[in-house]
């Protein structure tokens, strides 16, 4: 099961004072919308999203279809496969994707800690 590109997405109080912390520690801006609230970093292969006011809780993401640099890989498992898998394996997804649908669509569950793992695919399985 290929989950895709791995980041920690962070709710943070203050987008500013985070970005400005995490470029001390040699991150760099990569993408995002500070005007949405949002921003992407990366140190070496590390990836961290900055969040403000979206969500209460720290979240690990996966993006199936994305390598680290956010381009689209020619091959991947999609969203709806990697559903299928986790239900059969037991696990209770919070929320899921409609499986009679294609392209971008997410899905999430939460470990036995209670931390929050999103599955978040922004591209559309390419045609074989």
């Not at 993401?61 to 498992?77: I, K, S, V």
């Given at each position: 099961?290929?989950?895709?590109?791995?980041?920690?997405?962070?709710?943070?109080?203050?987008?500013?004072?985070s970005?400005?912390?995490?470029?001390?520690?040699?991150?760099?801006?990569?993408?995002?919308?500070p005007?949405?609230?949002?921003?992407?970093?990366?140190?070496?292969?590390?990836?961290?999203?900055?969040?403000?006011?979206?969500?209460?809780?720290?979240?690990?993401?996966?993006?199936?279809?994305?390598?680290?640099?956010?381009?689209?890989?020619?091959?991947?498992?999609?969203?709806?496969?990697?559903?299928?898998?986790l239900?059969?394996?037991?696990?209770?997804?919070?929320?899921?994707?409609?499986?009679?649908?294609?392209?971008?669509?997410?899905?999430?569950?939460?470990?036995?800690?209670?931390?929050?793992?999103?599955?978040?695919?922004?591209v559309?399985?390419?045609?074989?």
């Amino acid at each position: 099961m290929r989950l895709g590109n791995f980041s920690v997405s962070l709710a943070v109080k203050d987008l500013a004072a985070s970005r400005t912390f995490y470029e001390k520690l040699g991150f760099r801006v990569i993408g995002g919308d500070p005007a949405q609230n949002w921003l992407i970093l990366q140190n070496e292969t590390s990836t961290l999203g900055l969040f403000q006011g979206m969500f209460d809780k720290n979240i690990l993401t996966f993006n199936p279809g994305w390598d680290r640099n956010a381009q689209q890989l020619a091959d991947f498992d999609d969203i709806r496969e990697l559903q299928r898998t986790l239900q059969a394996r037991g696990l209770t997804l919070s929320s899921v994707a409609d499986a009679s649908s294609t392209g971008p669509a997410s899905l999430m569950l939460v470990d036995p800690d209670g931390n929050p793992i999103l599955v978040d695919q922004h591209v559309p399985k390419p045609e074989r």
